[in-house]
C-alpha cells in the first residue's frame, strides 16, 4: 500500500511537471496596432515561435520608401519580441525570410549580419511573390533560450552522432 501510494505520488508530480513545462504563453507587443488572428509570438516551455513579421514603420504604418530601414524594422521587431521572452537574437535557431523581389538578397544581408553577435541561425530566403501591404520583406522563426548553448547541452557531439 505505501510503494503505491509514493508511486502514485512520483507519478502525479511527473505528470504536472510535464504539464507546467508545455503551457502556452501568447506574447503580443504593447504598441502592437494590427488587429490580426494572431499572436507575436507564442513561448512554450524554452521555445518562442515568432510569427510572420513585416517592416512597417511605426509612426506611419507604411512600408518604408528605404528597403534597408524596412529590413531594420522586421530585425527591430524581432529583437522586441524576443525581448518580452528574456531572449535575443542569438538565441534564434531557425528563420525564415520571404522576399518579393529576390534582387535584394544583398541588401537584407547587410543589414541582418549586423543583428547577431556570434554564430547566425540556420536561414531559409525564399523568394515569395507579394508580400502584405507591399512589404519586401517578412520574417518569421523559433528561438529557443540559452540558444546554442542550450542545444549543445541535449545535443550529443558531432563525433558520437556517427558513431565515429
Known amino acids: 500500500m505505501r510503494k503505491s501510494l509514493c508511486l502514485a505520488l512520483i507519478l502525479s508530480l511527473s505528470v504536472s511537471a510535464f504539464a507546467q513545462s508545455t503551457k502556452k504563453r501568447h506574447i503580443n507587443l504593447p504598441n502592437r496596432n494590427v488587429n490580426a488572428p494572431f499572436s507575436d509570438a507564442v513561448l512554450v516551455g524554452d521555445t518562442l515561435y515568432i510569427a510572420g513579421r513585416i517592416g512597417l514603420d511605426a509612426k506611419t504604418g507604411k512600408v518604408p520608401a ?44 547587410g543589414v541582418y549580419r549586423s543583428y547577431f553577435k556570434k554564430d547566425f541561425p540556420a536561414r531559409a530566403f525564399i523568394g515569395s511573390g507579394k508580400l502584405l501591404f507591399d512589404a519586401h520583406f517578412e520574417m518569421q522563426g523559433t528561438a529557443v533560450k540559452g540558444g546554442e548553448a542550450a542545444l549543445k547541452k541535449k545535443l550529443p557531439e558531432p563525433e558520437a552522432q556517427h558513431g565515429n
Request: aromatic residues 10%; charged residues 25%; glycine residues 2%.
Open 66 to 109: 528605404d528597403v534597408e530601414q524596412e529590413a531594420r524594422n522586421v530585425l527591430d521587431g524581432f529583437k522586441a519580441v524576443l525581448a518580452q521572452a528574456n531572449m535575443t537574437m542569438d538565441d534564434l535557431v531557425t528563420v525564415q525570410v520571404f522576399c518579393s523581389d529576390v534582387s535584394l538578397f544583398d541588401k537584407w544581408n
